[in-house]
């Protein structure tokens, strides 16, 4: 990959970049260092050439597959909060998808653990990874309503993709003082929940955030 291509041109370029950061600010997203990352995280990079130019637009894009890259604003606004009670070492994320999220919390976090379901996805995600220069990313082909028990605890679990009720097995995965950041509901109503162990008890602290809209998480895998 070029640095033209990851500089971008015309509707990808750096001050179309800078529209949408304020957009964030403007939302209420302060955390410094993840305005930075989404500033320099091209974008456009995740996305089919046809809609490359809506990249930098705050909405949800589709990616095939009936699946999604999220908007930036619950990127940011996710990633803010899994990152509030301070660094992070290892993280797991459920739902590859493109690898957007992945490649934003790569280069905030110590370690990235991250599974998808879709074949064809998850080849494009490492393949952008690789041209990206990232080698703190494990990617795998993998259900994900059953985390990823080989490389548990994580110190951070975020989920890409809404179950209806939080999985017992991520509840299981998280590290002490470990905080998931996940959507949970149906197609109808959804809603942003964070969930933090306290200490290495079985209890945890939850919290509705937001509303959001996610795809389904689903089992199996395709290939």
């Not at 320099?40 to 705050?58: C, G, V």
């Not at 964070?194 to 290495?200: A, C, E, H, I, P």
Request: hydrophobic share 40%; aromatic share 4%; glycine share 8%.
């Amino acid at each position: 990959m070029n640095s033209i291509e990851l500089a971008g041109v015309g509707m990808t370029s750096q001050r179309t970049r800078e529209r949408l950061i304020q957009r964030l600010i403007d939302q209420g997203i302060s955390t410094q260092a993840v305005l930075d990352v989404i500033r320099m995280t091209p974008r456009h990079i995740f996305l089919d050439e046809a809609l490359s130019h809506r990249a930098y637009e705050d909405t949800a894009l589709p990616i095939g597959y009936s699946q999604t890259l999220s908007q930036p604003y619950i990127v940011a606004r996710m990633t803010e909060i899994l990152l509030s009670g301070g660094p992070l070492k290892k993280v797991l994320e459920i739902g590859t998808g493109s690898g957007y999220q992945t490649t934003i919390l790569s280069q905030l976090v110590d370690e990235v653990c991250t599974v998808e379901r879709i074949e064809p996805l998850l080849k494009k995600a490492k393949d952008r990874f690789r041209k990206l220069g990232l080698d703190n990313i494990t990617a795998e082909l993998s259900d994900g309503s059953f985390g990823w028990g080989r490389h548990a605890p994580y110190d951070g679990i975020i989920t890409t993709a809404a179950p209806q009720a939080v999985p017992e097995e991520l509840l299981r995965q998280m590290a002490p003082n470990g905080i998931l950041v996940i959507p949970v509901g149906n197609g109808q109503s959804q809603d942003l929940r964070v969930l933090k162990r306290v200490g290495d008890s079985s209890e945890f602290d939850e919290e509705i955030v937001e509303k959001v809209k996610f795809v389904p998480l689903l089992g199996g895998l395709s290939r």
